[in-house]
């Protein structure tokens, strides 16, 4: 008789997991990138996916209660309410700030050397985070520049600017400085008012997100960098505690899948930015001639200022690992 309660209580123990399994998962996964932007619908793609490539079994859903959160909201969020979310560079930077290296100016300097860099540093970062979040894909969404009320075209032409850094980006702020310019704390919300009340000069921004707001920016901001700052990237990361709810046998897939969208959003991104970029400059947004010099003046700006100072910043393993991947 014993061994019989025994037996039934395994096979009801198992009937409960196979019922819970067939249920499936959902999760709820925050994001606030612009509605039709290449992330919106990336993501949205994505969810499509993973419901078709597991049968139904996993679904995504996004609560619009999130979509004008901030980074840092998201964050917060994900760490007691959502399942996921989806993170631009301040973003990741938050969780572990050795992502912060890969936004730094001239670090990363084309897209050959984006794709490079995101493989080395990717595994360090599932190894460290991997107790708590699982990244399951990184997009390039393009590239920072520099924008400004007046001509900026050599690192010369930085002294002295007000230049926006976002409050979260110490390691910017004292680089900025370093070479001469006068950093102002701003975020995405805060910099067209600052701009019209004569407090900043130039920010760093994507194209694809002032260009989506040109409306408002063309009546401050007349000039933009040729030099492309650092690759604008983000990434869905889901946190362990859900993650685990997904069957094993699914997650090769998924990953798949969302990594296989995830260069879609790039090469999307990529287009939408020379659009972009087009239109603002028939709108009298100026860009000045880019040559070759000009690019080595700005790299080797950058890049003699971050060796004095990056020790201090940044993990020698993390740092490591990208400048052998990208050849420095």
């Excluded at 390039?140 to 075209?153: C, E, Q, T, V």
């Excluded at 690192?155 to 600017?161: A, G, K, S, W």
């Excluded at 926006?164 to 975020?187: C, E, F, H, Y």
Aim: proline share 4%; glycine share 6%; with cysteine.
């Amino acid at each position: 008789m014993r061994h019989l309660k025994i037996l039934l209580a395994a096979l009801s123990l198992v009937a409960a997991v196979s019922a819970a399994s067939a249920q499936g998962v959902v999760l709820q996964i925050g994001s606030n990138a612009p509605v039709n932007s290449p992330w919106d619908i990336g993501v949205k793609k994505i969810a499509a996916e993973w419901s078709r490539v597991s049968g139904g079994r996993v679904k995504v859903v996004f609560p619009k209660s999130v979509a004008n959160s901030s980074m840092e909201d998201l964050i917060q969020k994900l760490k007691f309410t959502l399942d996921g979310a989806v993170l631009d560079t301040s973003g990741l930077g938050v969780i572990d700030k050795d992502v912060f290296f890969l936004s730094m100016p001239s670090v990363i300097r084309d897209d050959a050397e984006f794709d490079e860099a995101i493989a080395a540093a990717l595994p360090i970062l599932r190894a460290r985070l991997g107790d708590r979040y699982e990244i399951v894909a990184v997009a390039k969404a393009g590239w920072i520049r520099f924008f400004s009320n007046r001509p900026l075209r050599s690192p010369e032409d930085l002294r002295n600017l007000r230049m926006g850094v976002n409050r979260n980006m110490d390691a910017l702020t004292k680089v900025m400085q370093s070479v001469g310019v006068r950093t102002v704390q701003a975020d995405s919300a805060s910099t067209l008012l600052q701009f019209n009340s004569g407090a900043m000069d130039a920010m760093y921004s994507s194209p694809l997100f002032v260009g989506a707001l040109w409306s408002q920016y063309r009546r401050v901001v007349t000039h933009m960098t040729g030099f492309r700052v650092a690759p604008f990237f983000g990434a869905i990361v889901i946190n362990r505690r859900s993650w685990d709810r997904v069957p094993d046998s699914l997650k090769p897939a998924l990953r798949e899948s969302a990594e296989r969208i995830c260069r879609e959003i790039g090469s999307e991104a990529a287009r939408l930015e020379d659009e972009g970029i087009a239109a603002m400059t028939r709108s009298g947004l100026q860009v000045p001639p880019y040559a070759d010099a000009d690019a080595e003046a700005w790299n080797r700006l950058f890049s003699s200022t971050m060796e004095g100072l990056m020790a201090d910043w940044y993990s020698p393993e993390f740092t490591a690992a990208v400048y052998e991947a990208i050849g420095r």
